[in-house]
């Protein structure tokens, strides 16, 4: 199973050694003084990442923080993500990341269903936590990394602290490989975001197989501005850790900016999202694109139409593949094995079908749903928190239902089609129509709301709604979107409003969104970005 380059493959660690606490040890003995993480302001060697995480565990435990309670983060690429995330691995407790745009329902729901003791949040995020009712979540105690303006400690309902200073160093609890070492909200498709519990080991595979992948090497220098409160930026600290290299992080994608970064940063590895090659590929070439040292870049969702054009332009070569939150590094493969329009072919320790509405596999070249096993024990998250029925609804027969359309080919290699989930993916982010239908229908002007996709010019989706007002009720679309700003992430925020007098139902009543997705955007559609006005992103 493991995609390892030697010497690492021949040595793999044995079970036991696959959490983050022993992964952090066994680089310090191999490689302790070179750098690991930076987010552009500290950089850490593996010698001071693991004194942060045993002095991060100490005030942690000051804080009665142990071994199973949660820890939520709500923090931007910046050293004090890491540093709690490895404090709480360090216990062996368990790290909840939160998106940073997150805000009214669906951060309200992270807190409650997590059940989080302790948040640690840079100060700019918390009026959206100030906006929750206290009574709602389990949190205790806040640490505000920064100065929380116009709040004094302890004066609101949460007890709120600066971010401590590191304590005592403790020693690292014992753990299993099967421990989780976090839980990541993904949105769900028909109800609440899912929280994703996602073992040690799970993260001891991503870092081997996607590292493996992209072939990464010792000293190397990973370069991300995607979010670490994603998995794809959070495993690219795996691979770094793993493979003697260094991740650098910094706070958001500018493509104005993107090629400048890898120069300064000396990058040689990269990550990119599906929207993000076109939007640069839009801009004007410059002598930038090709300064830099960056071979290869891992670019899950780039339309085939964009790759070779990326690559010639640019020198980087882009590798596509297959893994969630809920799995791993399951299809792909290294930069030699590409083959245009396709995701890679299944990697080694894994299985995969292809089936149909019955779990009954498909022949090659048929489209059907793509499901999942894992050989090692822990490679996949072990299910969603306190969600034991949809746990069993997505594990069921005992493959992971991914949700996903795709064709296998008589050569082994998959081609990704498209959704069977009701799932909206924009900019990079999974947004649930639900979260957002019930927020639209919390406006006492909104009768009923069906949230669903459209297509974008940029590779991915575009948020839209259709609306029907109560009788007698007015309702200005601006004024819709002005309500929905502090109520959801600005990218969940509905780019195209389609007032209508009626929606199209099933007999039993149930709105028939394919229908609103065939119809799709027509001269009567308002369109947010077409009426000049700018959603806030904080």
């Not at 229908?515 to 001269?523: A, F, P, Q, V």
Request: net charge neutral; charged share 25%; aromatic share 8%.
């Amino acid at each position: 199973m493991n995609r390892l380059d030697d010497p690492l493959d021949s040595a793999r660690p044995p079970a036991s050694q696959r959490t983050l606490p022993a992964l952090l040890k066994q680089r310090v003995a191999r490689n302790g003084e070179a750098p690991l993480f930076s987010d552009r302001a500290t950089t850490w060697s593996a010698c001071e990442a693991i004194d942060a995480a045993a002095r991060r565990a100490g005030v942690l435990g000051e804080q009665g923080v142990k071994k199973g309670d949660r820890v939520a983060i709500l923090c931007s690429n910046r050293i004090e993500f890491i540093e709690t995330m490895l404090g709480c691995a360090w216990i062996g407790a368990v790290a909840v990341p939160i998106n940073t745009a997150s805000r009214g329902m669906q951060l309200q729901h992270i807190l409650s269903n997590s059940g989080a003791r302790l948040l640690v949040a840079e100060a700019s995020l918390l009026e959206a936590v100030f906006a929750l009712p206290a009574q709602t979540t389990s949190l205790e105690a806040i640490w505000a990394i920064g100065a929380v303006p116009g709040i004094e400690p302890g004066v609101h309902a949460f007890s709120v602290r600066e971010f401590p200073r590191p304590g005592e160093a403790l020693e690292a609890v014992d753990l299993e490989d099967g421990d989780p070492f976090a839980i990541l909200y993904t949105s769900g498709t028909s109800g609440l975001s899912k929280g994703v519990v996602c073992p040690h080991a799970q993260f001891y595979w991503w870092g081997a197989n996607t590292g493996g992948d992209l072939e990464v090497r010792k000293g190397d220098v990973l370069y991300t501005c995607l979010p670490l409160f994603h998995t794809n930026a959070l495993n690219s600290f795996c691979q770094a850790l793993m493979h003697d290299a260094q991740l650098i992080v910094d706070r958001r994608f500018s493509a104005s900016g993107f090629f400048d970064a890898l120069i300064e940063t000396g990058a040689t590895v990269t990550f990119v999202l599906g929207a993000m090659v076109p939007i640069l590929l839009s801009r004007p070439e410059s002598q930038k694109e090709r300064a830099h040292r960056v071979r290869v870049a891992l670019a899950p969702g780039v339309p085939a139409k964009f790759q070779n054009t990326f690559t010639a332009r640019t020198g980087i070569g882009l590798i596509d593949g297959y893994g969630s939150t809920e799995t791993n590094s399951v299809i792909g493969g290294k930069l030699a094995e590409r083959r245009d329009g396709f995701m890679g072919k299944l990697a080694a320790g894994f299985h995969a079908r292809v089936v149909d509405a019955h779990d009954r596999p498909v022949p090659d070249g048929e489209a059907g749903e793509l499901i999942l096993r894992a050989d090692e024990p822990w490679a996949f998250a072990s299910g969603y928190f306190g969600m034991p029925e949809k746990t069993v609804e997505a594990w069921r027969n005992l493959w992971f239902h991914t949700g996903d359309r795709v064709v296998r080919d008589a050569s082994g290699y998959y081609r990704f089609m498209d959704r069977l989930k009701d799932v909206i993916r924009r900019r990079g982010e999974n947004i649930s129509s639900f979260e957002v239908e019930q927020v639209l229908l919390s406006h006492p002007a909104i009768e009923l709301a069906a949230v669903f996709a459209v297509k974008s010019a940029l590779a991915e989706d575009e948020v839209m709604a259709a609306i029907v007002l109560r009788e007698g009720a007015v309702l200005d679309a601006l004024e819709l979107v002005k309500f929905c700003e502090p109520r959801l992430p600005y990218f969940a925020v509905p780019r195209y409003l389609d007032f209508r007098t009626t929606l199209p139902k099933t007999e039993n009543g149930k709105i028939q969104k394919f229908r609103l997705r065939d119809i799709g955007i027509t001269s009567t559609t308002w369109d947010l970005e077409a009426s000049g006005y700018r959603l806030r992103r904080a």
